[in-house]
């Protein structure tokens, strides 16, 4: 997102209503100065003087998310009814165009990326994608070659990736989908991320030990959330997002009462904390609201993983010249990161120097390649009226 989108979205939010102990109020956007952010969070570390304390925390904070989105309890899960279809093959990986049936009538779209001679034992990599819009669909979402890069990348390395819509996004705005879509996108979208762990570990030879997710802006977001609320997440790179500060500028991060509840307040840091002592690596930047990570945001993380005795599993690649995207040096830490912690083997796809993991080789499809639902493969006549309130089965 341009770092003018980003201002915006900062200064939208300065216009929603302050806290009040009568009427929680949702917290949007750039909420706070970044001043008031870290006072905020030394509160919250205060009430944390243990892992006791801690684990009495995360079980509140975990639970706050969940009635906020409007997921407790759980959904029933219902048969996914995978469509697969278009294979091509490409140097090291192949490319698959997915639908899953989430809840009845209610498709995920998206691509799944797998190496070209999977082991007997693979990692899974899911890749939700950040609020990136184009007229004609060709850099949108999943589509944008940052997406394929890195998703191509890592089946390359050895992992089943699944990259997958947004509510109103590609194969979902095709559908009709609007992705402002009042307070049930964020609950849509969370349920969305569970489904597609469920999907990726139906997969033959995907250890389930090995789970990761990883995505930049409204995709870190995706991140955080899917891990504070999936133990099966074993490793998680939010990109570009986690801030004491700062909520998300959309209603699928903040247009639901998850920060702000009846008896505790908490941010997108402490939500991320959530993911220890799981290996966890912040991406943040010097552009954007991730800019204070390195003397903010990660001390608070790195003391939860300490409760744990498990300070050096989380980590921060911290690019203080660059600005708000999930480009290639954001990229190339990621890799690492998972190559180490979900062993994947990426020696075989570095550069010539053997230092980064060489990029060159992927190919990028269109957006019409990638496109699920086609005259070939239909839309189901079952699916659910665009915008219509989703009723998850219960």
Not at 40 to 48: H, P, V, Y
Not at 152 to 164: D, E, I, K, N, Q
Not at 295 to 324: M, S
Not at 326 to 346: C, N, T, V
């Amino acid at each position: 997102m341009p770092r003018l989108l980003a201002l915006f979205f900062c200064a939208a939010a300065l216009c929603c209503p302050v806290y009040s102990e009568n009427k929680p109020s949702l917290r949007r956007g750039g909420h706070f100065k970044p001043d008031q952010g870290k006072a905020e969070l030394d509160r919250i570390a205060k009430k944390i003087p243990d892992l006791g304390a801690w684990k009495k925390r995360r079980a509140a904070v975990r639970q706050g998310i969940l009635k906020g989105a409007g997921l407790h309890p759980l959904p029933r899960r219902t048969p996914l009814n995978p469509l697969r279809h278009s294979k091509r093959s490409h140097p090291g990986y192949t490319v698959e165009n997915v639908a899953l049936e989430t809840a009845p009538g209610l498709f995920l779209c998206g691509n799944l990326y797998l190496p070209a001679n999977p082991s007997e034992s693979m990692a899974a990599i899911l890749c939700p994608h950040g609020h990136s819009r184009d007229p004609n669909y060709t850099k949108e979402g999943r589509l944008r070659p940052e997406m394929q890069y890195r998703c191509a990348t890592l089946a390359r390395m050895g992992a089943a990736v699944f990259s997958y819509d947004m509510v109103g996004y590609s194969d979902s705005r095709k559908q009709g989908w609007n992705h402002n879509h009042g307070d049930q996108v964020l609950r849509l979208q969370c349920w969305n991320s569970i489904r597609a762990v469920d999907f990726i570990l139906s997969l033959p030879k995907v250890d389930p030990k090995r789970i990761g997710v990883t995505g930049a802006s409204g995709g870190g977001t995706q991140t955080f959330l899917l891990t504070a609320l999936d133990d099966r997440i074993a490793a998680a790179a939010p990109c570009v997002m986690v801030s004491a500060h700062f909520y998300g500028g959309c209603a699928c991060e903040s247009g639901v009462p998850i920060h702000v509840r009846p008896h505790h307040i908490t941010n997108n840091t402490e939500i991320a904390a959530l993911c220890a002592p799981r290996p966890m690596m912040l991406i943040s930047c010097g552009g954007d609201w991730t800019a204070h990570t390195p003397k903010v945001e990660f001390p608070f993380v790195q003391r939860i993983y300490g409760f744990y005795g498990r300070k050096n599993l989380v980590e921060n690649a911290h690019l203080a010249k660059e600005g708000h995207d999930y480009g290639e040096s954001k990229r190339q830490p990621m890799y690492d990161f998972f190559a180490r912690h979900l062993k994947l083997k990426g020696g075989k796809w570095k550069t010539a120097d053997g230092t980064k993991m060489d990029e060159s080789k992927v190919v990028l499809e269109s957006h019409q390649t990638l496109q699920v639902f086609t005259g070939k493969h239909p839309l189901p006549k079952h699916a659910l009226k665009p915008n219509s309130r989703v009723d998850l089965p219960r």
